[in-house]
């Protein structure tokens, strides 16, 4: 069956250090989309991507869509406090079935 | 209003307890969702209203009973649960469902259930 793997499941950097979470899928995907969960809270939306090859940024975030449509990247440059949280990609098939990732837990060391 | 409002909060039940969860939308949003979350992983499917109707049963064991009154409100029934189903249920909605730019999730706070 689909499924969406996340690397790494757990990540700690200082405070200032770059981080960066993959996602692979093991099918092509129509879109991803990123959400972050702080702790003890819920899924918040970050950003979908559609296209092959597509990038896109928030302020220190980068998101980026493979060629194939099968994997994602999401980078944040020097980490705050602010960006603890599990970090999911959320694949969606041509089906429209949504697939999460496994999740990249951040935590950031002051 | 761009929230999904959720109650209760907690919720503590024994075995042969009935309840429910309620979750409440009010941005004109036409798929609604229930997810399940273990601590420490993804959000698991367990249901999607789409209309009104339900689009998706993930093989959820019928001691969970969802129910969509109307487009603005979905609950999940509870009855003779395990232990096991101890979790964090998200309610989450989207502007419909299955279209791209238009499945984006909007998640409630959620109900944090312990089983007894």
């Known amino acids: 069956g689909q499924q969406v793997m996340q690397i790494p499941q757990y990540q700690h950097v200082q405070e200032g250090e770059d981080f960066t979470t993959y996602c692979n899928s093991s099918?092509?995907?129509?879109?991803i989309q990123w959400y972050k969960q702080r702790p003890g809270g819920h899924p918040v939306f970050l950003i979908q991507l559609v296209k092959s090859g597509e990038v896109k940024k928030q302020k220190r975030l980068t998101f980026q869509f493979g060629e194939a449509k099968k994997n994602s990247s999401l980078h944040i440059t020097a980490t705050q406090t602010t960006d603890v949280g599990t970090y999911f990609c959320?694949?969606?098939?041509?089906?429209?079935?949504?697939?999460f990732g496994t999740g990249t837990s951040l935590t950031v060391i002051p | 209003d761009t929230e999904v409002t959720q109650t209760p909060k907690h919720l503590v039940m024994g075995m042969t307890n009935k309840k429910s969860l309620k979750c409440e939308q009010h941005m004109g949003h036409r798929a609604m969702y229930w997810y399940k979350q273990k601590a420490k992983k993804p959000p698991e499917l367990m249901f999607v209203?789409?209309?009104?109707?339900?689009?998706i049963n993930e093989s959820v064991p019928s001691r969970f009973s969802p129910e969509c009154p109307n487009s603005s409100l979905l609950n999940l029934h509870l009855h003779a649960l395990q232990p096991e189903d101890s979790a964090l249920y998200l309610c989450?909605?989207?502007?419909?469902?299955?279209?791209?730019?238009?499945?984006?999730?909007?998640f409630g706070a959620g109900s944090r259930l312990t089983v007894l």
């Open positions: 959320a694949g969606v098939d041509t089906g429209n079935q949504f697939y």
């Open positions: 989450a909605s989207s502007q419909v469902f299955g279209t791209v730019g238009a499945n984006v999730l909007t």
């Open positions: 209203y789409s209309y009104e109707k339900l689009s």
């Open positions: 099918t092509t995907l129509s879109n």
